[in-house]
């Protein structure tokens, strides 16, 4: 399943992704502002989510009435919950769930491409990949630190291409292996090849990635905490709220030892821009502001309705 999801996306991110490639002359910068365009193409259904998530919010009280007033029959409580959720036009499909799974779908393909920068930029044929592909299957089987999986095998050859250079010059032509030669010089970050896995063992420059991985995650999951400690201080007590808050972090530490650094640069860039989208979000589209404009709504629908059955009774007077 994962592994479809992530031939379906990854082609069509991997075009722009290549579009920008060529207009900036710069990896790093092509995936920032590919995650950028993605971020905002996702924000009609992040705001969506948020309003749903304020209207729950709102019903709340009301839910918990009906759980206390039913308190020894919860079929009956469930029920009563639904039958509110239905007059406030509120249901399961509201609750985030699609929201979140058309981000998780989007993720899985944007990684496809982090995974196959070759395929994704330089865009050769199948045939070609393929035959590439073959080249490094040595690598591969030997174990090397930077192929957990097969399909990091385009990160690999951009870290051996010399080393196999008169293998790939029966499969590329000139010009092909000039841009991927010129592609390999520029997959950097601060000096960096993305190519490389830090180690965990060796101390070196490569472990300010695993570091400022863990430090963007930190602050973004620090302040959803402390955001939906203020909106639900009940269910801020709750210590696995506290134990995910430093779960994402931690795993973000222990993955970018574990994967190139071109991963670990993608998921520095991700986790600072969903700071930024958090931050925009909590402050335009607080609960306080939607539940307010969902009550003005509300109003002028129902004073709309009211004018509307007032006109039709003196129609009918008539």
Same mark, same amino acid.
Request: net charge positive; proline share 4%.
């Given at each position: ?22 207009? /900036? ?20 259904? #992040? ?26 029959? @919860? ?9 509110? !959720? @239905?007059?406030?036009? +509120? ?48 690598? #591969? ?19 051996? !291409? ?19 030669? $010129?592609?390999?010089?520029? +997959? ?27 430090? /963007? ?5 620090? !302040? ?20 995910? /808050? ?21 998921? #520095?860039?991700?986790? #600072?821009?969903?700071?930024? @989208? @958090? ?17 003005? $709504? ?9 004018? /509307? ?10």
């Amino acid at each position: 399943m994962y592994d479809a999801i992530r031939a379906f996306f990854s082609p069509i991110l991997s075009l722009p992704l290549s579009l920008i490639y060529e207009w /900036t002359g710069s990896y790093v910068l092509a995936i920032l502002l590919l995650t950028i365009v993605i971020k905002l193409a996702l924000l009609p259904v #992040i705001i969506k989510q948020q309003k749903n998530s304020a209207k729950q919010t709102r019903l709340n009280a009301k839910v918990n009435r009906i759980r206390q007033k039913y308190a020894n029959n @919860q079929q009956k409580a469930q029920q009563e919950i639904q039958a509110l !959720y @239905q007059r406030e036009g +509120f249901g399961a499909a509201n609750m985030g769930c699609m929201p979140m799974a058309i981000q998780m779908l989007v993720m899985i393909g944007l990684y496809g491409v982090m995974y196959t920068p070759i395929s994704s930029v330089l865009r050769f044929s199948s045939e070609k990949m393929e035959a590439m592909k073959t080249i490094m299957a040595s690598v #591969i089987e030997s174990g090397d630190k930077n192929s957990r999986a097969a399909n990091m095998y385009e990160i690999v050859m951009l870290k051996n !291409y010399k080393t196999y250079e008169g293998k790939l010059s029966e499969v590329l032509s000139a010009e092909d292996f000039a841009d991927l030669a $010129d592609f390999a010089e520029k +997959f950097k970050f601060l000096g960096l090849d993305l190519s490389v896995t830090p180690d965990a063992k060796d101390p070196s420059a490569y472990w300010l990635i695993p570091i400022l991985s863990c430090v /963007t995650a930190l602050i973004s999951s620090v !302040y959803m905490y402390l955001k939906q400690r203020k909106q639900n201080p009940e269910m801020a007590k709750n210590p696995a709220m506290g134990c995910m /808050t430093f779960m994402s972090p931690a795993m973000s530490l222990m993955f970018t030892f574990m994967f190139p650094t071109g991963v670990g640069v993608y998921w #520095i860039i991700s986790n #600072i821009l969903s700071f930024i @989208q @958090q931050v925009f979000i909590s402050f335009v589209y607080s609960p306080k502001k939607v539940i307010a404009q969902q009550m003005v $709504d509300e109003t002028v629908l129902r004073r709309s309705k009211e004018n /509307t059955t007032k006109l039709r009774v003196e129609n009918e007077k008539k």
